[in-house]
């Protein structure tokens, strides 16, 4: 058995969605509820089938988006893990809709940080048994913190 740490590939101001999900249309449906999550999103699906043929499916309505999918699903290549990478959006306006699509067994992240994924091999294949979101907390806010995270909320329009 052997465990590895993928780094995945996105810019810094693009979002990412990696997540487990098990049947052949998961690429469809996730495209599907991408689209009707979010108005102005662009974005890029990569799908890793676990069985049959084996491939990499992709969807999505950016190239660039698309084709950085593409690149860290196979990077990742653990079977039934699909990865979103998305702009013109947050994770918070699209994540409910990923949760509904009926093949979707979990989410492993949703953020816009520098993620990395930690897989396992085995003589049956490749899984993701976690990831790495974003770096080590540095302290605890006080005040003056938690008024910049309600200002910040606020500027969002998640609070009034």
């Given at each position: ?15 990412c ?15 599907g ?10 974005f ?6 676990a ?25 990742i ?9 998305f ?13 509904e ?25 490749k899984?993701?048994?976690g ?8 302290g605890i806010?006080?005040?003056?913190h938690i008024?910049?995270?309600r200002?910040?909320?606020k500027?969002f329009g998640?609070k009034?």
């Open positions: 058995m052997e465990m590895n740490a993928y780094e995945v590939y996105k810019k810094e101001e693009w979002q969605i990696i997540g487990h999900a098990g049947f052949i249309k998961t690429a469809e449906d996730l495209y509820a991408m689209a009707s999550s979010s108005p102005n999103v662009k890029g699906i990569g799908f890793v089938e069985s049959g043929e084996r491939l990499v499916r992709f969807e999505g309505n950016d190239n660039e988006l698309i084709e950085a999918a593409k690149k860290n699903a196979m990077g290549s653990a079977g039934h893990t699909f990865i979103i990478l702009y013109g959006a947050f994770p918070i306006n699209v994540v409910r809709s990923i949760r699509v009926p093949e979707v067994s979990e989410i492993f992240c949703a953020t816009a940080n520098r993620v990395q994924v930690i897989t396992v091999s085995t003589e049956l294949g899984a993701v048994i990831v790495v979101d974003g770096e080590c907390a540095l806010e006080d005040e003056k008024e910049a995270r200002d910040l909320l500027k998640y009034p």
